[in-house]
C-alpha cells in the first residue's frame, strides 16, 4: 500500500540553524501538505501547496518557513532560522485531489 | 475562522464494549468532517469520513454520526479492541484545502 514517508525521524538543531524536512508523497498525489503537532497538543495546519506554489497557510508559517517540491518526488519545509518554539512533530501529508489527506509518520524536531 | 473540540480527554472502556467519542465544530460552513487515529509515534491515521449532506456513515466497526443542528459529531467504535487504544481526533475541513483538528481523546481499553 502506498505511504507516505518522511525523513528524519527525528531532528536535533540548535537555535538559528536552519533544518530541511523532508517528504515523499503518495506518487500519484498533487496535494500536499504540512501540520505540526506540539507536544500534548492538537495538530495544527501550517501549509498547502498545489500546482508549484503556496494554495494556504496559516498565521504559523511566516517568513522563517519555506516549502518547496525541487525534484518530482520531493516535498519540502524549511525553518531559515529555528526558535525553541519550533519544536514540535512536523507531519507531511497528500491527496490525490478529493478531501482525504494521508499524512507520514513525522519528524520530530528538537530545537535546543 | 473554525474551531474543533473534543468532549473529553480521556476515555476509558472496556475491551468488547462500544465506545462512543464526541466532537465539536464551529464553523457551519464545514462540509467534510474526519476522525483520525493517532498512536504513539505515529502519524495521523484516517479512519472514516462524512460529509455535511449526510447525518450518518458506517464503516467497519466504526460509524460516524453528524448532527449540523448543534454542529456535533462522534465516533462510535463496537466491540473496542486493544488495538483500538490511541488518541482519536476529529478533523473538519471547510476550504477543501486544509484541516482544522480538534484537541484529541486518549482512548484507553482495558482487557
Known amino acids: 500500500e502506498p505511504e507516505v514517508t518522511q525523513t528524519p525521524s527525528h531532528q536535533v538543531t540548535q537555535m538559528g540553524q536552519e533544518v530541511i524536512l523532508r517528504c515523499v508523497p503518495i506518487s500519484n498525489h498533487l496535494y500536499f501538505y504540512w501540520y505540526r503537532q506540539i507536544l500534548g497538543q492538537k495538530v495544527e495546519f501550517l501549509v498547502s501547496?498545489?500546482?508549484?506554489?503556496?494554495?494556504?497557510k496559516s498565521e504559523i508559517f511566516d517568513d522563517q518557513f519555506s516549502v518547496e517540491r525541487p525534484d518530482g518526488s520531493n516535498f519540502t519545509l524549511k525553518i531559515r532560522s529555528t526558535k525553541l518554539e519550533d519544536s514540535a512533530m512536523y507531519f507531511c501529508?497528500?491527496?490525490?485531489?478529493?478531501?482525504?489527506?494521508?499524512f507520514g509518520p513525522g519528524t520530530r524536531l528538537t530545537v535546543l | 475562522g473554525e474551531s474543533v473540540g473534543l468532549h473529553l480527554p480521556t476515555l476509558s472502556v472496556q475491551e468488547g464494549d462500544n465506545s462512543i467519542i464526541n466532537c465539536a465544530y464551529s464553523n457551519s460552513a464545514s462540509d467534510y468532517f474526519i476522525w483520525y487515529k493517532q498512536e504513539s509515534g505515529k502519524g495521523p491515521q484516517f479512519i472514516i469520513d462524512i460529509r455535511s449532506n449526510m447525518d450518518k456513515r458506517q464503516g467497519q466497526r466504526v460509524t460516524v454520526l453528524l448532527n449540523k443542528t448543534v454542529k456535533h459529531l462522534s465516533l462510535q467504535i463496537a466491540a473496542t479492541q486493544p488495538g483500538d487504544s490511541a488518541v482519536y481526533f476529529c478533523a473538519a475541513d471547510n476550504a477543501g484545502n486544509m484541516l482544522t483538528f480538534g484537541g484529541g481523546t486518549r482512548l484507553m481499553v482495558k482487557p
Open positions: 501547496f498545489y500546482n508549484n506554489e503556496i494554495s494556504e
Open positions: 501529508a497528500s491527496s490525490s485531489g478529493g478531501n482525504e489527506q494521508f
